[in-house]
């Protein structure tokens, strides 16, 4: 999905909490780095997330953007302070590309934030969600071991 010779680079987005960062995260930034020329990645604010999951993330906001920022894969960090609608950040940044796990693949959230980005010239691609090991999981060995 890069862009050809002479052609506008290829910008790409993608959205996530990203506590306690783990394998599954690093996944969704290395397939997505391979399908633009410039990766954004939106850190979810902690009030966001707290409004939408009910807690706030384990790692503050500050750290998790401080982790991403270090990762060679991405070329810009942000803070994401949107719910599940991504246009607002869409009409900030103006990327061609917005990147999400395979677990919101045809559901009606899905479906909105397709309908959204197509409006805008915007496309969704989905990209295997990791189950092995995921963030909600991780939050529960250390509630459950701590």
């Known amino acids: 999905m890069s862009a050809p010779d002479g052609a506008r680079p290829v910008l790409g987005y ?11 995260h690093l996944n969704i930034l290395r397939r997505a780095r391979l ?19 009910g807690r706030r993330p384990v790692i503050p906001l500050v750290e998790r953007m401080e982790i991403l920022e270090s990762l ?3 070329d810009r960090v942000v803070a994401d302070d949107c719910t599940s609608d991504k246009l607002p950040m869409w009409q ?11 677990d919101w693949q045809g559901t009606p959230k899905g479906a909105v934030l397709e309908a959204s980005m197509a409006a805008v010239g915007a496309s969704v691609v989905y990209f295997p969600y990791t189950h092995a090991t995921t963030s909600t ?9 701590g």
């Open 14 to 24: 993608v959205p996530g909490v990203y506590d306690l960062f783990h394998i599954g």
């Open 35 to 53: 399908h633009c020329d410039e990766l954004i990645v939106g850190a979810v604010t902690d009030e966001v997330v707290e409004l939408t999951k």
């Open 72 to 74: 060679a894969l991405v």
């Open 92 to 102: 900030r940044l103006r990327f061609d590309v917005l990147f999400k796990g395979d």
């Open 137 to 145: 999981l991780l939050r529960q060995f250390i509630e459950a071991h």
